[in-house]
């Protein structure tokens, strides 16, 4: 089964640029999760998509969105860059919550997003 | 704010010894919890989950969860250079659908 595909893997934008990073989770997930990492801050969580929907979102500004479409498959949209965006762009797939427990998120190879 | 600690190391340990990660968190409804390997300029992979209390093991890998204590930890018996990465701790509470993860625990395996 084919892993979590994320594109493009490495990006070079410029300050006040905007961005979309894409995703295609693991076939049968339906829950996509995106995240940031920063060797300062570690993982930080951006937000999440089931069918479609978006049921958590993390502390972040609106400049950072998102979407999922009807195959499951996300996008995430940065406006207006900044240098601090400079990171890794995590997406990750599961199959989403069970009861109370959640099942493990899969990550992808992630986005290297470099702002000048 | 939910908080997940991890003692940042690095942790060094000799080939064939066991090493032990620890993992603290902040919130007390915490139901899942999940063990991260990261290699260097990879993206990270799940080792290990477990959600009760007690211990869980897979191959050389022991996962110990203590809701008591607020704490989870993990076991690497016979450790291999391999093994040689970042493990990051990542916790999710009662029907939340969203990881709060530590900033990794950096294990180096000495051969």
């Known amino acids: 089964k084919a892993g979590v595909t994320q594109t493009p893997r490495y990006l070079i934008k410029t300050r006040g640029q905007q961005v979309t990073l894409s995703c295609s989770p693991i076939?049968?997930?339906?829950?996509v999760s995106w995240y940031q990492q920063t060797p300062g801050q570690g993982l930080q969580f951006l937000f999440e998509?089931?069918?479609?929907?978006?049921?958590n979102k993390g502390n972040f500004p609106g400049r950072f969105s998102g979407r999922q479409f009807s195959n499951s498959r996300s996008e995430m949209n940065v406006s207006t860059l900044e240098l601090g965006d400079s990171a890794l762009y995590l997406c990750?797939?599961?199959?989403?919550?069970?009861?109370?427990?959640?099942?493990?998120?899969?990550f992808g190879n992630g986005t290297r997003l470099t702002v000048t | 704010q939910k908080e997940v600690e991890q003692n940042s190391g690095p942790l060094s340990v000799p080939e064939g010894a066991i090493a032990s990660l620890n993992c603290t968190y902040s919130?007390?409804?915490?139901?899942?919890f999940f063990w991260y390997r990261q290699y260097s300029g990879k993206s990270p992979e799940l080792i290990m989950s477990?959600?009760?209390?007690g211990d869980k093991e897979d191959g050389r890998f022991t996962a110990q969860l203590n809701k008591a204590s607020q704490y989870v930890s993990l076991l690497i018996r016979d450790s291999q250079p391999s093994d040689s990465a970042t493990y990051l701790c990542?916790?999710?509470?009662?029907?939340?659908?969203?990881?709060?993860f530590g900033k990794g625990t950096k294990l180096s395996v000495i051969p």
């Open positions: 990750a797939s599961s199959l989403g919550p069970d009861g109370n427990s959640n099942s493990p998120l899969h």
């Open positions: 076939s049968g997930h339906r829950s």
């Open positions: 998509y089931f069918s479609e929907t978006q049921r």
């Open positions: 919130d007390r409804v915490s139901q899942s």
């Open positions: 477990i959600y009760s209390n």
């Open positions: 990542a916790v999710a509470g009662a029907g939340s659908y969203q990881l709060t």
